[in-house]
């Protein structure tokens, strides 16, 4: 007991009664209290006034459904936000369409039609700002391209070019700084390790793949994007890789829980979501959130499907249209709003 100031130079053990303004060498932190440090107390404490302990909760994500896509369609770019998402052209049952059609949180409206329609294409951006680049066309069919287009929210316009002439492959960014990244080279169909970069007017080469692989997902912007998943011709096939580009090179991340292919996936480099898709055993409707390091399992959407379109960020985004079972496209779309992590006391 005491009412004045206590000091120890090792470690504090037994009880403590008083006022404790003085209380300095607490074994693991210091100072007496109000304690703000760390402290280890191997005996007991007695508080008669009120203490506070800051915590993390996590709140997990939920689907809801948005509304219908006016066309159903499978293999489109797609970006946005989530009251704001745009899709790009695409293919409905494989017939090859130019449609663009845009959201506003409830409802879809028909865009601009693109100049020419194609599927498996890269894209991303928004409703106002937006680009797809290279994937196949039917004139003739299945002929890969490499032509690019802009949209300016009511109209498309041509770009430049790219360097390879790609398909299955990811993309994100917007216009004038858009990115791609791996996929197939039209006629080559081995998987790529190719990413290039977008100016606005001229395409030029940036830092490779680690692990190629094409109908892999990804988001962000040219210097700050992550993909995941993927499909490549080595054993196993179907992989989890998790890649995070910073405008030069990319880094090797956690993988995948479950390795997929032919996912959506949407959000920034440190929170992303990755859902439906492919695996080992079929088409799911799994979904997993990416934290900047390391993924975890989320709640699944309703709909099972692959090759969706996606918009949003991980509390607020957003899968419409893709494909299931085999060539049937769909029109579903469903909303996210995922993990949530909240500081707060008590």
């Known amino acids: 007991n005491t009412t004045g100031d206590i000091s120890a130079t090792g470690s504090f053990t037994g009880s403590f009664v008083g006022d404790g303004s003085g209380l300095t060498g607490i074994s693991g932190g210091g100072g007496g209290f109000p304690h703000t440090g760390s402290a280890i107390i191997s005996g007991s404490l007695e508080n008669s006034g009120s203490a506070g302990f800051a915590h993390v909760q996590s709140l997990p ?14 293999c489109s770019a797609a ?35 693109s ?32 032509s690019v287009e802009h949209y300016n929210g009511s109209s498309w316009s041509s770009g430049g070019n790219q360097i390879n002439t790609m398909f299955v492959f990811g993309g994100s960014g917007n216009e004038t700084a858009g990115l791609t990244f791996g996929g197939c080279i039209y006629n080559v169909w081995v998987p790529a390790t190719c990413t290039e970069e977008y100016d606005g007017t001229t395409w030029t080469t940036g830092g490779s793949l680690i692990n190629a692989r094409m109908c892999l997902a990804g988001g962000g912007t040219q210097n700050t994007t992550m993909t995941a998943g993927g ?87 957003a899968i419409f249209g893709g494909q299931s079972p085999g060539p049937t496209s769909r029109n579903q779309t469903e909303e996210y709003d995922g993990t949530n992590w909240t500081s707060g006391g008590n």
Do not use: K
């Open 61 to 74: 994500g939920s689907w809801s459904t948005g509304g219908s896509l006016i066309n159903n369609r499978a």
């Open 79 to 113: 970006g946005g936000t989530q009251n704001a998402g745009i899709l790009m052209a695409g293919t409905n049952n494989w017939n090859f369409s130019t449609c663009t059609e845009e959201y506003d949180g409830s409802s879809w409206a028909t865009g601009g039609s």
């Open 115 to 146: 100049i020419v329609g194609r599927s498996c294409h890269a894209g991303d951006g928004t409703q106002n700002s937006a680009f797809i680049a290279g994937g196949c066309t039917d004139t003739p069919s299945w002929m890969g391209v490499c």
């Open 231 to 317: 499909y490549n011709n080595t054993p196993n096939y179907t992989h989890g890789y998790t890649e995070e580009y910073d405008g030069t090179s990319w880094s090797e991340q956690n993988n995948l829980g479950t390795a997929r292919f032919s996912s959506g996936g949407f959000g920034i480099q440190t929170a992303a979501v990755y859902s439906s898709g492919q695996d080992a055993t079929g088409v799911n409707a799994r979904t997993e959130e990416y934290d900047g390091t390391s993924w975890t399992a989320g709640n699944n959407p309703s709909t099972v499907r692959i090759d969706v379109g996606t918009a949003g960020t991980l509390t607020a985004g």
